[in-house]
């Protein structure tokens, strides 16, 4: 007999290479496989025909396989670690025989076994639910007939960690912690290693803290449970350790968070022979600095030292200018390390920055006036493919590289840009083919940065330069546009205020002063990110610098914001013609601190405010041809005051923002069944469809005052079902800020997972529908925390599970007494209607009142303790209800009054022959109603009907008079 080998079909297409193999004669490949069934008993050959053997002989090898008509467990085949409770497939291989299978296990080393299940005689595998709690002494067993085999070892079973948290990180170490696992003697932890998960350590507590790790470097950590024979289960599915220290209180630190020149493209058209070198130094730690000796060196040349004089708070930072400069003089790129040496610094990792620059060829620089309009550039292609697209300039305008300096480039264009309802129609110069402009093209490029530097110009001997351009910022989700000057090899970041957001349809004209460069030569960088959607296309046009001619016509940019006490905001001269003197008086004056090297001086000062004021900012800006006065505000102000409570609007409440770093789905109002048990607006966020763990997300509240609080708590409703409380793990973090969000600590609170859960795992879209699926959460904050702008951050931690709502929240002073709320009024329990009643609070301290005062009345609502003046303009039982917000909480207080009707009447009346008058009061309203019937004889009668008989015929002059406690009428 001959038998031939496997052969797969390798014909092209995708039914042929989909085909099992078949055995026939094979041409194509140097290996074969032969398959003898049920082979009798006796010797073979094997014969071996090569046809083309390459230096005359060939080596081969043979291997074969005997498959004895048995049955052979496949898996688990032993020495597994399984978990508990969890649905397990065992696989065989066996050549049927029409015998059915017996699937068996045992928990005791083989003495007892029990019945799995029993297998049909063609099946090849069967699931297994593997028992509860942990076992060191687990085998399963397959047979059929006088067949069988067990597993090749013994297996264990124990539970899988579950809620893994990072807990913090410290400049030497971070910690992660666990929920404990049933009958685990102990865990092993794991942490990612170049390429696998590698253990390091044991533990028998639910907690591990690792060292000897960059904590600005993010890391995965994992852990496993330990049986009590020490075999690792299977790990939790594992967690980022993020980037950056996080609830650690460094005491000592000085950070240097950039090397803010030189950097970037640097032009030889500068003092290439003393380069200014500026940092930025902030200072993470909780007590303040004064004194940051720095260290600098350019590639192995010397090193430098200077020592910065600072007045650091914590959570501060400053820009400074090193004294020393550096030498690029020749072309290429050039290396600068900084470096801290604070005595006794704790982080050492926040320490050094190494920034490179490149000197590059300029060329002769250009002449005032200066004047560039991009008609004679070429068009560039508007593809929307983000920084694919690489467009050169001419006239020495240059494009930042793409993927080292920068994302993407300014393009060439006329007309219109591809996108519609944003990007200009055509130039600032009327539009046209031949009227270009450079632009952004955000479609597919949202969140990008793009640099367009100028060629150099020649400031040496101007007096007034003006730089004068046209910008184009049109769409719903505009981004930025800053401008950057480079003179004396030193870059100045925003030499003009920055523009931001939606523009309108229409080119804006900026003009700036550029006389504190004059004396040499300038560049222009063009910053331009854009914004969030493809309808943020920027675009420039119409690029001079002239004499002016005329006195400034002075103007303010101020913070849009409200800043924080010990906030460094950055004042923007906003003039034209070009001033060349700058006076900045703020008043009050006590509190204001000029800081990062400016001071009054200055052009775009940057200042701080240490007291809570309103203050007027002036400034003066002047050249020789006269002067000119702009004024604007700054108001500081307190928080909101306790108790701070936010139920939630259909929108984001005003002075909560959110944190979205990935600008993918973050927190948004939704609307559902709250913890009343009735319809509530809350905040959520969707990590259901959020497919990008860990991304964290923020949602902050307003500043709130903690001045003098002595216990304060912050309470919030909570609601999660979790997706899959092992593999898909959500949480919720939550933080304080007391620097306006400049740096935040933790408050302690971080849950996830079952821990986080207010209701039973479920698969679908969690919205909570009963009241029982929300939880009340209280923090006891921190010590420490107080002072009048303390912010909060709830940061939702994605673990693409499930949807995490937050409602209710609520700040408060346990440690303030309570208000009670005691309304009086002018009346006692009724009133009249249109009638006058006063309503004051008695004694409410430094509460917040506020009134209602029910149907019909006016007005409706006051706030503060009254005296309030009310009227009723409808009858009725009336409610008025006083509510008292103070820091230690909240009480109210009812009144119920009854407003009367003021009196009215009519009367009909009839007289006969007899001499007999009949008189009735009718339509009748008012109360406590008397009636006075006057018959014009002397005579009178007090009921609503009245029945006199005269002696004698005449005229008399009869009246009704109907009186209560809301006025009388008289009807005659």
């Not at 290996?31 to 071996?48: R, T």
């Not at 929108?651 to 009735?678: E, F, K, Q, R």
């Not at 969690?766 to 009241?771: V, W």
């Not at 009367?907 to 018959?935: C, E, H, M, P, S």
Request: charged fraction near 10%.
């Amino acid at each position: 007999s001959s038998w031939l080998p496997w052969v797969l079909n390798p014909t092209p297409t995708a039914t042929a290479l989909n085909s099992p193999a078949v055995q026939a004669v094979d041409s194509l490949n140097t290996a074969e496989q032969f398959e003898v069934l049920n082979p009798a008993a006796g010797d073979y050959d094997l014969i071996v025909s090569g046809s083309i053997a390459q230096g005359g002989t060939q080596e081969y090898w043979v291997t074969w396989t005997t498959v004895a008509a048995d049955v052979e467990l496949t898996y688990p085949i032993g020495g597994e670690v399984l978990v508990p409770g969890q649905i397990t497939p065992v696989r065989w291989d066996a050549e049927p025989n029409g015998s059915p299978y017996q699937l068996s296990y045992s928990q005791d080393n083989g003495a007892t076994w029990v019945s799995i299940a029993n297998p049909g005689a063609t099946a090849t595998q069967a699931n297994w639910q593997v028992p509860t709690g942990v076992n060191d002494q687990m085998w399963l067993r397959l047979t059929r007939g006088t067949q069988g085999d067990t597993t090749n070892y013994v297996m264990s079973r124990v539970g899988v960690p579950t809620n893994l948290n990072h807990q913090w990180t410290c400049p030497d170490s971070f910690r992660v912690t666990w929920s404990p696992v049933p009958g685990a003697a102990g865990y092993v932890v794991y942490k990612l290693g170049p390429q696998y998960m590698d253990s390091v350590g044991t533990t028998t507590s639910t907690a591990f803290v690792f060292t000897g790790s960059n904590p600005n470097t993010a890391e995965w950590v994992s852990v496993a449970a330990l049986t009590p024979a020490g075999r690792a289960g299977k790990r939790a599915v594992a967690i980022e350790k993020p980037a950056g220290i996080q609830g650690c209180l460094v005491t000592n630190d000085a950070a240097l968070t950039a090397v803010l020149n030189p950097v970037g493209r640097m032009p030889d058209c500068q003092p290439v022979g003393g380069l200014p070198v500026e940092i930025r130094v902030l200072n993470p730690a909780t007590t303040p600095l004064t004194s940051v000796p720095i260290a600098f060196q350019l590639g192995s040349g010397s090193i430098q030292r200077d020592t910065l004089s600072v007045n650091l708070n914590p959570g501060q930072s400053s820009v400074a200018t090193l004294t020393g400069t550096v030498s690029a003089s020749t072309a290429g790129t050039y290396a600068l390390r900084v470096w801290t040496e604070l005595t006794g610094d704790q982080n050492p990792y926040n320490d050094t920055l190494v920034q490179s620059f490149t000197m590059v060829a300029s060329g002769t620089p250009s002449s005032l006036p200066f004047a560039q309009n991009f008609d004679t550039f070429g068009n560039c292609p508007t593809t929307a493919n983000c920084g694919t697209t690489a467009c050169s300039l001419s006239a020495g305008w240059v494009n930042a590289t793409n993927g080292s300096e920068d994302i993407h480039d300014w393009r060439t264009n006329a007309n219109t840009t591809p996108t519609s309802s944003t990007g200009p129609t055509g130039g600032a110069n009327g539009g046209g083919a031949n009227d270009r402009y450079l632009y952004l093209e955000s479609s597919s490029c949202t969140n990008s940065e793009a640099l367009l530097y100028s060629p150099c110009i020649d400031l040496t001997n101007a007096s007034l330069p003006q730089l004068t351009f046209s910008a184009h910022m049109l769409g719903n989700g505009q981004g930025e546009l800053h401008v950057d000057v480079l003179s004396g090899g030193r870059w100045t970041l925003d030499a003009i205020a920055p523009i931001m957001g939606n523009q309108g349809s229409n080119w804006l004209t900026i003009n700036a002063s550029l006389v504190p460069y004059i004396g040499g030569n300038v560049v222009l960088r063009f910053r331009g990110i854009t914004g969030n959607a493809a309808s943020s296309d920027i675009a420039i046009d119409g690029i001079s610098i002239s004499e002016v001619i005329s006195a400034p016509a002075a103007a303010v940019q101020l913070p849009s914001a409200t800043p924080c006490l010990g906030q460094v905001v950055q004042l923007f001269d906003q003039s034209s013609n070009s001033p060349s003197g700058w006076r900045w008086v703020i008043t009050p004056r006590s509190g204001v601190t000029f800081t990062n090297g400016t001071d009054s001086t200055s052009q775009n000062p940057w200042v701080s405010f240490s007291s809570l004021a309103p203050y007027t900012v002036q400034l003066i800006a002047s050249n020789s041809f006269g002067a000119d006065t702009a004024t604007g505000s700054i108001t500081l102000t307190a928080g909101a005051p306790l108790p701070f409570a936010e139920p939630f609007a259909p929108g984001l409440p005003l002075g909560w923002s959110v944190d979205n770093p990935d600008n993918g789905l973050t927190w948004a109002v939704a609307n559902s069944i709250g913890i009343t048990g009735t319809t509530t607006n809350s905040m959520t966020i969707n990590f259901f469809n959020y497919n990008n763990a860990p991304q964290e997300d923020g949602l902050i509240t307003p500043s709130i005052d903690l001045s003098g609080t002595t216990l304060p708590f912050l309470v919030f409703d909570v609601a999660y079902a979790p997706y899959d409380p092992v593999n898909y793990v959500d949480g919720l973090r939550v933080e304080y800020s007391t620097n306006c969000g400049s740096s935040w600590q933790p408050t302690g609170y971080v849950k996830s997972g079952t821990t986080l859960a207010t209701k039973a795992s479920q698969t679908t879209n969690f919205l909570p529908s009963l009241a029982s699926h929300w939880r009340r959460d209280s923090i006891a904050l921190p010590a420490g925390i107080s002072g009048p702008s303390v912010k909060f951050r709830f940061v939702g931690l994605n673990g693409y599970g499930n949807n995490l709502y937050v409602d209710n929240v609520q700040v408060y002073d346990l440690g303030a007494s309570a208000p009670v709320a005691v309304a009086s009024a002018s009346v006692s329990d009724s009133t009249c209607v249109l009638d006058t009643v006063l309503f004051t609070a008695v004694n409410p301290g430094t509460a917040l009142a506020q009134w209602n005062f029910g149907l019909g009345s006016v007005p409706s609502v006051a706030s503060g303790p009254g005296p309030h003046s009310v009227y009723y303009f409808s009858p009725g039982s009336k409610t008025i209800v006083l509510s008292l917000n103070g820091s230690g909480g909240t009480d109210s207080d009812t009144l119920t009054l009854t407003s009367f009707p003021q009196t009215a009447a009519n009367w009909t009346y009839r007289t006969d022959t007899a001499l007999t008058f009949w008189g009735q009061a009718t339509g009748v309203q008012g109360v406590g109603l008397n009636y006075l019937w006057n018959f014009g004889d002397g005579t009178t009668a007090n009921t609503a009907i009245g029945r006199h008989t005269y002696t004698a015929a005449g005229t008399y002059p009869v009246s009704l008079t109907v009186s209560g406690a809301c006025g009388s009428i008289v009807l005659a």
